[in-house]
């Protein structure tokens, strides 16, 4: 499969952005579709992950600010970030898997079979 993300930028802190992840696949709707961020030197984090059947988990650190969303229909993955800050700043990835979030480990980014190339955000205080 292919994952082409889409929509990061540079704002300030307490900005929004919205990215989205299209994939080629005609099965994409049983994967399970995660976004992770990575900054220089340290290893990549998961950020929030959606199941098939809609089941989500968010990283304690986005929780509240962060909305993963998925549209089936169009092969579509998106993250809608909000009250952005400094520390949110990395490059993006989407990555699928197939079958459930959950097996082997949802935030572990070896489970994920697919990558995207990425997408900088950049927050600024």
């Known amino acids: 499969a292919q994952l082409e993300e889409s929509g990061g930028g540079s704002v300030q802190a307490g900005g929004s952005l919205r990215l989205s992840c299209a994939a080629s696949r005609y099965s994409y709707s049983t994967f399970c579709m995660g976004w992770f961020r990575q900054v220089p030197g340290k290893e990549r984090e998961v950020v929030a992950t959606i199941d098939s059947d809609g089941e989500i988990f968010y990283a304690n650190s986005v929780k509240g600010r962060f909305t993963i969303s998925r549209d089936n229909a169009r092969s579509r993955l998106y993250l809608q970030m909000t009250s952005l800050e400094s520390e949110d700043s990395g490059m993006y990835y989407c990555?699928?898997?197939?079958?459930?979030?959950?097996?082997?480990?949802?935030?572990?980014?070896?489970?994920?079979?697919?990558w995207g190339q990425g997408t900088q955000v950049t927050v600024s205080s």
């Open positions: 990555a699928e898997k197939s079958g459930w979030c959950g097996v082997g480990s949802f935030s572990d980014p070896a489970t994920y079979d697919a």
